[in-house]
């Protein structure tokens, strides 16, 4: 089977429970730093992955995240009458066209994991191993997951994931590689732990949110137990064919902020900000420092 990596699946059920009561009525995927949501930014470094079919697991409350991503046609009319024609461009530029992208929205109805909202993907998926971009994961700089993709290429295929080097007080709240060897930016792994306290865990290499799986992993996922919260979880899944099919990190060269959180959002929004003199006399003002990654 080709290692090509075809498809990528965003799971963007969440109820982002986190940032209530904005995500009351606007998913998070939607919230903007400075003024593109997050969803874009994911979006964006699949297109720039080669990425060919992109797949959605959303939820019925959240319509909106498929307004957002598909081609408003009706709107850019509207902008152009206004007089708006390089905003009703720059929106056409950056929207799917439901006929020629090969673009697909599928439902998780009830919250039973990230496993299994990647499961709800498989009718769907290329074939070949897929990828797996978590939204509020956002890694700017260099594509991460054009990166992975590279480097899976190159390597024995199996499963990959996203790596990055925490403290030993943050390994409680990552699932952390247990590491044989390295080899450039690729870490050889026998197995993850999840959020362990720092005196068990067995390295300080966090998994964070890309994914790149080999395709029997909707295999594994649909014969999965429940494990923590009662849900199928995706690491226990991936666990599942170590011995089997091998797992790798991949030690990506941008900056992460950990935007499901508010600390990760606001310090995504100031180093953003930092780069743009448009904000300079702001941020001078308030005197903010130059933001940290998370």
Known sequence: MSSHVRTAIFPVAGLGTR?????????KELLPVIDTPLIQYAIDEAQDAGIE??????????????RHVMDDARLRAELKARGKKKLADALQ????????DDVVFTMQDKPLGLGHAV????????????????????????????????????????HMVAAMTVSDADTSKYGILSVTSQ????????????KPAPAAAPSREAVVGRYILDPSIFEDLATQTPGAGGEIQLTDAIARGVDR?????????????????????????????AQDPE????????????????
């Not at 080899?183 to 999840?194: C, H, K, L, S, T």
């Not at 060269?253 to 606001?266: E, I, P």
């Not at 904000?279 to 933001?291: C, D, H, T």
């Open 245 to 273: 099919l091998g797992l790798t990190g991949f030690r990506y060269s941008g900056t992460r902020f950990d935007c499901g959180s508010k600390a990760g959002m606001l310090r995504a929004t100031l180093h953003l900000a």
């Open 183 to 194: 080899e450039g930016r690729v870490v050889n792994a026998d197995g993850m732990v999840e």
């Open 19 to 27: 940032f209530l009561p904005a995500t009351k009525a606007t998913p």
């Open 279 to 294: 904000f300079a006399e702001v941020l001078a003002e308030l005197q903010v420092p130059a933001p940290r990654a998370a």
């Open 53 to 66: 079919r992109m797949i959605f697991v959303s939820h019925p409350s959240k319509a909106a995240i498929e």
């Open 119 to 158: 499961l709800c993907a498989r009718d769907y998926a290329l074939p070949g191993p897929v990828a797996v971009i978590l939204p509020d994961d956002l890694i700017l700089g260099a594509g991460c997951l054009g990166e992975m993709i590279d480097a899976y290429a190159r390597g024995p295929s199996g």
């Open 93 to 100: 530029d950056a929207a799917f066209c439901p006929v020629h």
